[in-house]
C-alpha cells in the first residue's frame, strides 16, 4: 500500500488538489487508486479561501473510497462541534457545518489513526537515504498525544489500541486545550497539544521510551516559509539536537529513544506559499 499523508490544509484547496492529482487521485469522478490510502490530519478547513470548496469535494472522496481516505479532525474542524472550545471567527456555511458533524456520527472522520506493527517499511526523505522505521506501528494524530495522555490510557504499546480508545472519548475531552488557547500546566489532547513544548517535552521529562511512531499535524516546530525554529522554550536544545529536517515533504522529524515524532503541518496561512501541498509517503 502507498501511503500518502498530509497535515493541515487550512482551505488551500488548490494546493491539495494539485498533489491528489499526481498521486493518482480522480478528484472529479472521486476515484482513489486501489493502492494509496491518503491520511489527512486535520485542519482542512479556514486560514485560505476554500473551505467549503475543500469540505465538500472531500466529502465526496471520503464517502465513495473509506477505506482509502482516512480524515481526522483537526481543531479547526473540532470548533464548529458542540463541546469544544470556539476560537477562529468562520463564514463556513451550515452545509460546511452539517457535513463535518455527519463525518463525525457516521466515523467518516475520527480523532485518531493507527497502523499496526510492519517489517518492511521505509520512509521516503529527500535525497537522502531511506530512514528505516522501527516495528512498532505509527500512530496518528491531528497534534500529537503527550505521555500524560498516554499514561491515563494505560500505557499501551499498540497504537491501534491508544486510537481505539481516542475515537471513544468526547469532544469536549478530546479538544481539551493547553499553551495554544492559553492554559499553562494543563492536559493538552491530541488535537491541541504543540508538538515541541508539550508532546515530545512531556515524553523527555517522564523519561519514558514512546512506544511507537506519532505522526501529527497541527504545528510545525519548525516554520517553513520563514526558514526559522518555532517555540524556542524549555527543551529546545534537546529538540533541535534530535531534530532533522525534511524541506521536500516539510516534515520535522525527530529522533525518541528508538521511535520517531513526525510533524508534517505545513505552516500556510490566508496564503500558501508553495504551488502544491507537502506529503509524507512511505510504503506498507
Not at 511507537?212 to 497541527?218: A, D, K, L, R
Amino acid at each position: 500500500m502507498r501511503n500518502f499523508i498530509f497535515g493541515d490544509t487550512g482551505g488551500h484547496a488548490k494546493q491539495l488538489f494539485k498533489s491528489l492529482k499526481e498521486i493518482g487521485v480522480d478528484i472529479e469522478s472521486g476515484t482513489i487508486p486501489e493502492d494509496v490510502r491518503i491520511i489527512h490530519l486535520g485542519d482542512l478547513i479556514h486560514k485560505g479561501p476554500n473551505s467549503s470548496q475543500l469540505l465538500k469535494t472531500v466529502n465526496k472522496l471520503v464517502r465513495r473510497n473509506p477505506t482509502r481516505w482516512v480524515q481526522l479532525l483537526g481543531n479547526h474542524e473540532f470548533q464548529h462541534l458542540e463541546g469544544s472550545p470556539y476560537f477562529w471567527k468562520c463564514d463556513c456555511t451550515h452545509e460546511d457545518v452539517d457535513i463535518i458533524a455527519e463525518w463525525l456520527e457516521m466515523g467518516l472522520a475520527v480523532a485518531s489513526f493507527a497502523l499496526p506493527t510492519f517489517k518492511t517499511i521505509k520512509l521516503e526523505v529527500s535525497a537522502k537515504p531511506k530512514i528505516e522505521l522501527p516495528d512498532t506501528g505509527m500512530l496518528f494524530t491531528h497534534a500529537g498525544l503527550t505521555w500524560d495522555w498516554w499514561n491515563g490510557l494505560g500505557q499501551p504499546a499498540n497504537p491501534v489500541e491508544v486510537s481505539m480508545h481516542l475515537n471513544t472519548f468526547p469532544v469536549d475531552l478530546i479538544t481539551t486545550p493547553g499553551e495554544l488557547l492559553g492554559v499553562q500546566g494543563g492536559r493538552p489532547g491530541p488535537v491541541w497539544a504543540v508538538g515541541n513544548t508539550e508532546v515530545f517535552n512531556s515524553w523527555q521529562n517522564n523519561n519514558e521510551p514512546m512506544p511507537f511512531i506519532q505522526v501529527h499535524g497541527h504545528t510545525s516546530s519548525y516554520k517553513w516559509s520563514r526558514s526559522e525554529w518555532w517555540r524556542k522554550d524549555a527543551g529546545f536544545k534537546d529538540f533541535r539536537e534530535a531534530t532533522k529536517l525534511n524541506p521536500e515533504s516539510r516534515a520535522v522529524i525527530t529522533r525518541m529513544s528508538d521511535n520517531l515524532l513526525i510533524g508534517v503541518d505545513p505552516g500556510y496561512s490566508k496564503l500558501a506559499d508553495t504551488d502544491k501541498q507537502p506529503y509524507l509517503y512511505f510504503e506498507s
